[in-house]
C-alpha cells in the first residue's frame, strides 16, 4: 500500500522560507515521478512543481518560477519542496502526489494516482 506524508509546513512572514517534504512508502522505485499542489480556500487545487526521471526533468507553475525548488533524495525516498521569498498568496494547503497514472499534464490533478493529507502553509504580509 502506497503512504505519503508531508511535513514542514508552517507560518512565516512575507519574503521567508520553508522546505517541505514528502515521504513515499510502498512504492515501486521505477516510479519516481512526484508532483507537489497546492489549494487555496475556496479555490481548485493547482500544480506547483514537479519532477520526473529522479529530477531529470522537473516543470514549475509560472507563480513560483525561480522562487521554489522541487528535488528528490532517492535513497530517502523523500521528495522537497524548497520555498523561497514566500508571498501571502501562497498560503495554501500543500499536497504532494505520486505514480503518473494518465499521460496528461503534469499540472492536471487527474495525472496522479496517489496523494498525501496535506501541510499547511501560512505566509502573512
Known amino acids: 500500500q502506497v503512504q505519503l506524508v508531508e511535513s514542514g509546513g508552517g507560518s512565516v512572514q512575507a519574503g521567508g522560507s520553508l522546505r517541505l517534504s514528502c515521504v513515499v512508502s510502498?512504492?515501486?522505485?521505477?516510479?519516481?515521478?512526484m508532483a507537489w499542489f497546492r489549494q487555496a480556500p475556496g479555490k481548485e487545487r493547482e500544480g506547483v512543481a514537479a519532477?520526473?526521471?529522479?529530477?531529470?526533468?522537473?516543470y514549475y507553475a509560472d507563480s513560483v518560477k525561480g522562487r521554489f525548488t522541487i528535488f528528490q533524495d532517492n535513497a530517502k525516498k523523500t521528495t522537497y519542496l524548497q520555498m523561497n521569498s514566500l508571498k501571502p498568496e501562497d498560503t495554501a494547503m500543500y499536497y504532494c502526489?505520486?505514480?503518473?497514472?494518465?499521460?496528461?499534464?503534469?499540472?492536471?490533478?487527474?495525472?496522479?494516482?496517489?496523494w498525501g493529507q496535506g501541510t499547511q502553509v501560512t505566509v502573512s504580509s
Open positions: 502526489a505520486h505514480y503518473v497514472q494518465h499521460l496528461t499534464n503534469w499540472a492536471d490533478v487527474g495525472t496522479w494516482k496517489y
Open positions: 510502498g512504492s515501486s522505485p521505477s516510479r519516481p515521478a
Open positions: 519532477t520526473y526521471y529522479s529530477g531529470g526533468v522537473t
